[in-house]
Structures are given as C-alpha cells and as structure tokens.
C-alpha cells in the first residue's frame, strides 16, 4: 500500500521560503508511467495543483507559481521536495503530496496534508 | 489557460437520489478529465479518470460521461458516505487545473 507522506515547518515567515517534504513509503519512487506532486488547498478553498517532478528529475508546474517553485527529488531517500520562495499570507493552505500516474493524468495517491501559515 | 467552472456550486439531496455534477471547460478538454471526493479533514480521492474510467474499488454508482466542453460526475442511489464535496480536474500542456467543488450535502 503506498503511502506519502509531508513534513516541514507549519509556520513561515512572509518573504522567506516554504520547504515541504515529502516521503514515500509502500512503493517506489522510481516507477516508470508517475510523476509526483504537491497540490495546495487554501482553508475553505478549492485546490490548486503547484506542480510535479519524475523521478529523473523532469518538472513543470503551475505557470501562476513557476518563478518561485522549485521541487526536486532524492530517489536514494524516496522522497521529493517542495520549495515555494517569496511567500505571503495567500500561500497559507494545507499542502498535499500527490502520485501522478501521468499515463492517464490524474493523482492516485496522497499524502495527509500538512498545514503551512504564513505570518509576520 | 483553460478555466473549469462546476455547477452547481451547492447541491442538496437525500438518500437514494440520482444527482449530477456539471464540469465546463473553457476550451474543448481531450477527455484527461478526473473527479475528485473529498470530506472534510481529508485528501482527495479519485472517483473517474479519462472521463469516464472508474478507479478501482469505487463503487459503480459513481459514472462519468462527457466530451468536448462539458463533463458530468452521476451518483446513482446517494449513499449517507457521499455527502462530500466534489472536484473535477483536467490536464492539459504540462498543467493540470481544478474546478472550484460541489458540495453535496444531505437536504
């Protein structure tokens, strides 16, 4: 049974950098047909998909977000990493991380969620 | 971008009822259309991928259908456990997009 799961600060300071964890378990990271994701749900709100990596390290993301995201994956700890620059109070959501079974474009697995506030 | 708008916004029903959720797209999707169930507290889970596919181990009450710009989510016989909120999502040039939800809740 997969598992993801986040990890990281619940608290960032506005202007500093998210940094976002995510370890998976139950499975490899290194799957031909997936990619890996980080999706944001601000509280209340709808979701919002920030973007995705393979394995080998291939990313692209949310066109609104791109220049500040960065994720990045380490397969020898089996996880992938989330990193969002120049935050403010909007970025304040809950941050999942997501399997893309990017064969028929839809995440399959998530991870619990970990809330991120955003505060001066 | 392509722009998703669900409809309704805010569905009420009862048990045993038939409801539909609406999924339009701004420009014609190529069918990488999911739907998403989602209670409070918890991730997403996927119903349907590819439009119409159901996931596996989701109940066959659940069916999707729709081509082009419009795409409909069907719950056949509502169930106490399917009073949630509900996503569509599309992918399309090296981006995916959410629609906004529909909370389906108990009249």
């Known amino acids: 049974q997969l598992q993801l799961q986040e990890s990281g600060p619940g608290l960032v300071t506005t202007s500093e950098t998210l940094s976002l964890t995510c370890s998976v378990s139950g499975g490899s990271i290194s799957s031909s047909g997936f990619y890996w994701g980080w999706i944001r749900q601000p509280p209340g709100q709808g979701l919002e998909w920030i973007g995705s990596i393979s394995y080998s390290g291939n990313t692209y993301y949310n066109p609104s977000l791109k220049s500040r995201v960065t994720i990045s994956v380490d397969t020898s700890k089996k996880q992938f990493s989330l990193k969002l620059g120049s935050v403010t109070a909007a970025d304040t959501a809950l941050y999942y991380c997501?399997?893309?079974?990017?064969?028929?474009?839809?995440?399959?697995?998530w991870g619990q969620g970990t809330l991120v506030a955003v505060s001066s | 971008d392509i722009q998703l708008t669900q409809s309704p916004s805010t569905l009420s029903a009862s048990v045993g009822d038939r409801v539909t959720i609406t999924c339009r797209a701004s420009?014609?999707?190529?069918?990488?259309l999911a739907w998403y169930q989602q209670k409070p507290g918890k991730a997403p889970k996927v119903l349907i991928y590819?439009?119409?596919t159901l996931e596996s181990g989701v109940p066959s009450r659940f069916s999707g259908s729709g081509s082009g710009t419009e795409y409909t989510l069907t719950i056949n016989s509502l169930q106490p456990d399917d009073f949630a909120t509900y996503y569509c999502?599309?992918?399309?040039?090296?981006?995916?997009?959410f629609g906004q939800g529909t909370k389906l809740e108990i009249k």
């Open positions: 420009q014609s999707l190529s069918s990488w």
């Open positions: 590819k439009a119409s």
């Open positions: 999502q599309h992918y399309g040039s090296y981006s995916y997009s």
């Open positions: 997501a399997r893309d079974k990017s064969v028929s474009f839809y995440f399959d697995s």
